[in-house]
């Protein structure tokens, strides 16, 4: 059983910056590719970004290469997304997601196995 709580959403102005923490539960954490995903209103959930079990390779959406970072820290059992330049149509709610494998390009949110809760982050004009 694998718990992902993400926290650091909230309310910032276009151009600011946001850290997004996901924390994780369970012994295998390490184990794992993790991802970010968020969704705003009447759309599909997105893929953001991945990274691989070790943190050695990572994979972004088009709209957000150059702008967000995901990182991880296994010794924490936390995922992280560092967001930058942010702009209004960053706005959404923001999921972290664990996959199965080790390591995978997969942007597809089905192919994610456990899920947080989602933190909303606003950005404003």
């Known amino acids: 059983q694998v718990q992902l709580v993400e926290s650091g959403g909230g309310l910032v102005q276009a151009g600011g910056s946001l850290r997004l923490s996901c924390a994780a539960s369970?012994?295998?954490?390490?184990?794992?590719?993790m991802g970010w995903f968020r969704q705003a209103p009447g759309k599909e959930r997105e893929f953001v970004a991945a990274?691989?079990?070790?943190?050695?390779?990572?994979n972004y959406a088009d709209s957000v290469k150059g702008r967000f970072t995901i990182s991880r820290d296994n010794a924490k059992n936390t995922v992280y997304l560092q967001m930058s330049s942010l702009k209004p149509e960053d706005t959404a709610v923001y999921y972290c997601?664990?996959?199965?494998?080790?390591?995978?390009?997969?942007?597809?949110?089905?192919?994610?196995?456990?899920w947080g809760q989602g933190t909303q982050v606003t950005v404003s004009s």
């Open positions: 997601a664990k996959h199965r494998a080790d390591w995978i390009r997969e942007t597809l949110a089905y192919k994610y196995d456990y």
């Open positions: 369970g012994r295998t954490f390490s184990s794992y590719t």
């Open positions: 990274i691989s079990r070790n943190g050695i390779y990572t």
